[in-house]
């Protein structure tokens, strides 16, 4: 009973004292949970019977209702990071200077091999030294400026391009022709004026732990936890077994063990840092082990691993992640850059860059295309070039062809006229004697801005150079001196030739870039207005016998100086004009005016034309008609303007930018879009107002489908292999021995050579039955029955052709029998260059260069100003002999001062100075190669910033980072750097944000180090 009683008192006990704690629960809510505590922001919130209590997080000391961080890096002999320790609220991070990486304890740094990555960007030799490398040279080069490259030495040369000069880095020519020494950034030059000696700035002195520059170079320490090795740079970690030093006399082995054990018991940081790989923290309970950021924690309590942070969401990267010791790399694809958040990937817009396409620039995400207007085609992989149709089975034309500016003209003989189809010639009765061809002429009137003026040629127009940056055009038929004829003094006219007056002149057209393009459609329909406006009649209507224009381009240029304030030019064109004027022989009267005095009237009335004429050119109010449509001598360089809120006619407005109306569409006023043309009529030109009507009659069971895009999309029109005598259904086929390739013809071409063809209907020649068959690169001559290699300058793709395909524009072949367009090349290249910036680029780049080829370029600085170059890449072929090569120096001398030289590919950007005032650059190819070259932008700036220009471009710090490469290849942040070099007060025209989100902050950091230190007093 007693033992029930004992056990009942227990229960009511435990239930006495149960019901007090639910009713102090009750009292005292989870504090915690609410947020009601008053712990600080960086402590641990833990509930107790009564209450809670706070306590600091790991990293922060405080009595949990105030918390501070700990900071890591001042206790611990620098966090223990053997470099640079960066304390974080409740942790720190090691890193290492440049040419270290961080060890995988996340404590150590070890050197970087930069040769194993494209052999550091060396030429030649690359040679790792701890914390950087260094370049070598093969005999009888040495280095250049730019200590990467290589420089043949001459043992005749002058001053410092002779392999005596003594300079161990950097030889410099002084004004008097002597010599004087520099050396590269983190070197100095020693008492001789010759040697350069290392210091703690470059590679870390070449010490792996801790550098320290005395008088006689740098001196290498170790963190305490290592120990200097013999080699006196790097740096190994000491043996952790300590033994103490005891008196074996008075103790024994078992005392020892004894006291090894008690330590083993009485854990503590101070002994080996308490096993821990990382930070180590003593508490009541024994040590607490931590790790950097970037490291975890083992289940071992010491151990600390490196993170991959790429399992986990690729680590947040866009594209690309590198996992790295201690942290993570993102990189991009190709044809996007990494932004300065350094996660996000954005494409980037080659078609931000004028000079990527000669037409239309398409861009894509990671691309581009380029794509050429109507009658041109592609080559080079980003030029437009005129297409000789005509070379192409006579362009389709039944008798007579003539190429022109983007299109073509089929003609006919006299007493017949063109048929519908533009094509065929059919007889005309009553068809009037050919009439000779008509004269260019030259008609101006006064309009709203200024006089503008336009010439217009019928006949004879000729295109004898490329579209991009200069091209001539010729209209009209030149008339030579005769035999034995001399010019007079001015040159105005030939002295036996007294009824033609010749004259040239030169005109400048503002900030425009020479570029042979279509105008648009408002141009041609202003000019007629012009034409049909009484109040605004011609100020000048000139016909001439023969005009030459030949536009060149123009980079920036100095104004004089002979004014307060010395300024600049900007880019732009010339065209330099010559005119032949026949002396009008009905003005000839035998009373008033003999031809002397006709002549003279003329030339009076020619000098107030090409006034007019400058004026118009000036303003860029001067255009070309010919082969139906417009043309804008010169294109004016691309600026950022306001969006449009109108478009021009042909255009609709899509996204708040001007869409052109493309072919098989027009523009409809009254719905505001652009609309596919309706059936029965076609349109074959972009940025119309309306569709042109389909010929001949709607033929039953053939019905006419809208949008058409031309003629042969209308359709009731004989298809190819048959002809009908106008072109329309009912059609026959093409009889045997002929063809047909095109729909609505009037005939069929014959094979020639008295060729057949298996059968009627054939559509094209190589349905003709040749004795052999053509391969590419060869024509069939149906004469000789043989395959004739391609002519140069042309090209055959096909097999079993009778004809060559002529090259686009002012481009040819390196060699006959081409069976490529991509092997017709644009040869133009050299000059002399702009004052502040511009490119030297290999001819036909991106494309490849011709084989044979010789450039010269000049580059001559205004007073004061230095050059800088960036070559971001270049393509040679690799060869011993050094077949094709670029060189940069002072003159044409082969022993003047070289800046730089190369004959082989060279991937990796490197950016240099030029060593002399002025630079001659020749790029030369042989007979047998050719590869894809180079594009290399230049900028001239003050040389007042010379030391600071030089101490970044030498630094071997810029071309370690892949990042920092990038930026050397990104045209749009060269562009930007380069307008800022070459004009200082640009500079405003980028708002602080801009220039954040411009550069990754690795290189805003490498420029900022920079900067201050020249900024320095």
């Known amino acids: 009973m007693g033992a029930i009683c004992s056990a009942r008192d227990f229960c009511l006990f435990l239930l006495l004292l149960n019901t007090r704690q639910i009713a102090a629960l009750l009292e005292n809510p989870d504090a915690c949970a609410e947020g009601s505590d008053g712990c600080h922001i960086d402590a641990i919130c833990q509930n107790t019977q009564a209450s809670y209590k706070c ?38 991070r090691c890193t290492c200077h440049d040419g270290f990486n961080l060890a995988h304890d996340g404590h150590n740094c070890l050197d970087v091999d930069e040769c194993v990555f494209n052999n550091g960007g060396c030429q030649y030799t690359c040679v790792n030294t701890m914390g950087s490398y260094e370049c070598s040279c093969k005999e009888g080069f040495f280095l250049s400026d730019n200590q990467h490259t290589c420089i043949h030495r001459s043992v005749e040369g002058l001053s410092c391009m002779n392999k005596e000069h003594g300079c161990a880095h950097i030889c410099k020519e002084t004004p008097k022709g002597g010599v004087s020494c520099e050396c590269r950034p983190g070197f100095e030059l020693a008492k001789n004026q010759r040697g350069c000696i290392l210091t703690c700035n470059h590679g870390n002195g070449g010490c792996q732990h801790t550098c320290e520059d005395m008088e006689q170079g740098p001196i290498c320490r170790c963190h305490v936890r290592y120990t200097l090795h013999p080699d006196g740079r790097s740096c ?22 004894k006291r090894v054990k008690r330590r083993l018991l009485m854990e503590n940081c101070a002994v080996n840092n308490g096993g821990c790989d990382s930070t180590c923290k003593d508490t009541s309970t024994g040590v607490r082990c931590s790790c950097p950021v970037g490291f975890t924690l083992q289940p071992d309590g010491k151990t600390c691993k490196d993170i991959n942070e790429c399992e986990l969401h690729n680590g947040g990267c866009d594209h690309f992640c590198r996992n790295t010791i201690g942290s993570f790399e993102c990189n991009c694809w190709k044809g996007f850059k990494l932004l300065t958040d350094e996660r996000s990937c954005q494409d980037i817009d080659e078609c931000y860059f004028e000079r990527t396409c000669g037409h239309t620039c398409v861009n894509s995400p990671g691309g581009f295309e380029c794509v050429c207007s109507k009658g041109y085609t592609l080559y080079g992989l980003a030029h437009c070039g005129d297409i000789n149709e005509c070379s192409v089975n006579n362009g389709g034309c039944e008798q007579g062809c003539e190429n022109t500016m ?13 048929h519908w189809n533009k094509k065929d010639c059919i007889e005309a009765e009553g068809f009037p004697a050919t009439k000779p061809p008509s004269k260019p002429t030259l008609n101006c009137s006064r309009q709203e801005g200024g006089d503008r003026c336009y010439l217009t040629c019928q006949s004879q127009v000729h295109i004898t150079s490329g579209t991009e940056d200069s091209y001539t055009v010729t209209c009209g038929m030149p008339l030579p001196c005769l035999a034995g004829a001399q010019r007079n003094g001015s040159g105005s006219y030939c002295l036996g030739n007294v009824l033609r007056i010749k004259t040239t002149a030169t005109f400048k057209s503002g900030t425009g870039k020479c570029n042979l393009k279509r105008s648009q459609e408002r141009l041609k329909e202003s000019l007629n207005a012009a034409h049909s406006d009484s109040r605004s009649p011609f100020t000048e209507n000139v016909q001439f016998s023969y005009v030459r224009l030949r536009c060149s381009s123009s980079g920036p240029r100095m104004q004089s100086r002979h004014g307060r304030k010395a300024g600049y030019e900007e880019e732009g064109s010339a065209i330099t004009a010559e005119f032949e004027l026949d002396v009008n022989l009905e003005e000839v009267t035998a009373e008033s005016c003999d031809l002397g005095c006709v002549r ?57 930018k001007c869409v052109i109306c493309t072919v098989g569409t027009y523009y409809d006023r009254d719905q505001g879009r652009c609309v596919l043309c309706p059936a029965g009529m076609y349109q074959d030109e972009e940025a119309k107002n309306s569709c042109e009507v389909c010929p001949g009659p709607e033929v039953r069971g053939s019905p006419r489908s809208v949008g058409a895009r031309n003629i042969s999309e209308c359709g009731g029109q004989c298809p ?109 290249c050299g000059g002399e260059m702009g004052d502040f910036t511009g490119y030297i680029e290999s001819p036909n780049y991106p494309g490849n260069y011709p084989a044979n080829i010789e450039c010269t370029w000049t580059i001559n600085p205004p007073p004061k100003r230095r050059i800088l170059i960036v070559v971001p890449e270049i393509f040679l072929p690799i060869e011993d002999e050094c077949g094709d090569y670029l060189v940069m120096r002072k003159s044409s001398l082969s022993n003047s001062v070289t800046t730089y030289e190369t004959c082989q590919t060279y991937e990796r950007p490197i950016a240099f100075t030029s060593r002399s005032k002025r630079l001659w650059i020749q790029f030369k190819s042989n007979e047998a190669n050719s590869g894809k070259g180079f594009q290399v932008p230049y900028v001239t700036y003050d040389e007042d910033y010379q030391e600071l220009i030089e101490d970044i471009v030498r630094d071997g710090r810029l071309y370690a980072s892949e990042n920092h490469q990038e930026i050397l290849k990104d045209k749009k942040l060269m562009k930007a750097l380069f307008d800022v070099l070459a004009h200082p007060q640009n500079f405003f025209n980028y708002t602080a944000q801009e220039s954040r989100e411009m550069f990754p902050k690795s290189f805003i950091r490498f420029l900022r180090s920079k900067v201050l230190r020249f900024l320095r007093p």
């Open 406 to 418: 983007g299109g073509f003209e089929c003609q006919c003989h006299p007493g017949y006229k063109l």
């Open 600 to 656: 003279r009237r003329s030339e009076k009335r020619l000098r107030k034309t090409i006034r007019t004429l400058r004026k118009s050119i000036h303003r860029e109010q001067f255009h070309l008609h010919f082969a139906g449509s417009n043309y804008e001598l010169a294109k004016r360089l691309a600026r950022p303007v306001d969006l449009p809120e109108h478009c021009w006619k042909g255009q609709v407005l899509v996204d708040r």
């Open 55 to 92: 306590s600091c997080k790991v990293g922060f000391k405080g009595d949990g209702k105030h918390c501070e961080d700990i900071d890591d890096c001042d206790i611990e002999y620098n966090g223990g990071c053997v470099h640079e320790c960066n304390n974080i609220p409740g942790n720190y």
């Open 236 to 257: 190994v970690e000491r043996d952790e077994t300590t033994t103490e030093s005891s008196d074996h006399n008075a103790t024994s082995f078992t005392e020892v063990d």
């Open 720 to 828: 190819p292999g048959q002809f009908s005598h106008d072109g329309f259904i009912p059609c026959l086929p093409c009889p045997l021995g002929t063809y047909q390739p095109e729909v609505g013809r009037t005939s069929c071409f014959h094979c020639g050579g008295n060729l057949v063809t298996k059968h009627n209907g054939a559509v094209s020649f190589q349905e003709c039955e040749t004795k052999v068959q053509c391969s590419p690169g060869h024509y069939y001559n149906t004469s000789t029955h043989r395959c004739i290699r391609c002519p140069m300058a042309t090209y055959q793709m096909e097999f079993g052709q009778n004809y060559c395909i002529s090259c686009p524009g002012n481009t040819t072949t390196d060699f006959d029998g081409s069976t490529n367009i991509m092997q017709c090349k644009n040869r133009h």
